[in-house]
């Protein structure tokens, strides 16, 4: 298994956000929410995903960029998670959803609980 996030798992296109957004369900884990759609993706691609952090909540673009590395590096380590559980490929997207900040080793942890759910959540479905 490689840590890596590489291009083609990110979500660039406009269609899956969109559906993101219309159809998606979600599953949280205070201060992150994970929004999901099941997609149709070429290759052997079983994932793409992204991550926002709200302007509202944090105003400078540093503060968000700081928040959004952190968020793709809880990813990137805890990934094999959600590649082991997924049966059929997803479009997903990580929010940040609080002012309070949070050191990486709490967000990390508040990660793996929240793939853990989101997968709990699929297989019961």
């Known amino acids: 298994m490689s840590f890596t996030y590489p291009k083609h798992e ?3 296109s406009q269609k899956h956000i969109d559906l993101l957004f219309s159809e998606g369900k979600s599953v949280s884990k205070y201060p992150l929410r994970l ?3 099941p997609v149709e993706l070429e ?3 079983k994932i793409k995903f992204g991550i926002s952090v709200s302007k509202k909540h944090f105003k400078l673009a540093v503060d968000r960029n700081y928040y959004k ?5 809880c990813y990137r380590l805890n990934k094999h998670l ?4 997924l ?3 997803y479009a997903i997207m990580l929010f940040y959803q609080t002012k309070d900040e949070m ?3 709490e967000m990390n942890e508040k990660t793996i609980l929240l793939f ?3 997968i709990k959540e699929i297989k019961s479905t």
């Open 87 to 89: 049966d059929k490929p």
């Open 82 to 85: 959600l590649l082991e559980n």
């Open 69 to 73: 590395r952190l968020l793709r590096e």
């Open 43 to 45: 290759d052997e691609e």
């Open 35 to 37: 929004v999901y759609v």
């Open 103 to 105: 050191p990486f080793e």
């Open 116 to 118: 853990e759910k989101f």
């Open 10 to 12: 990110k979500i660039k």
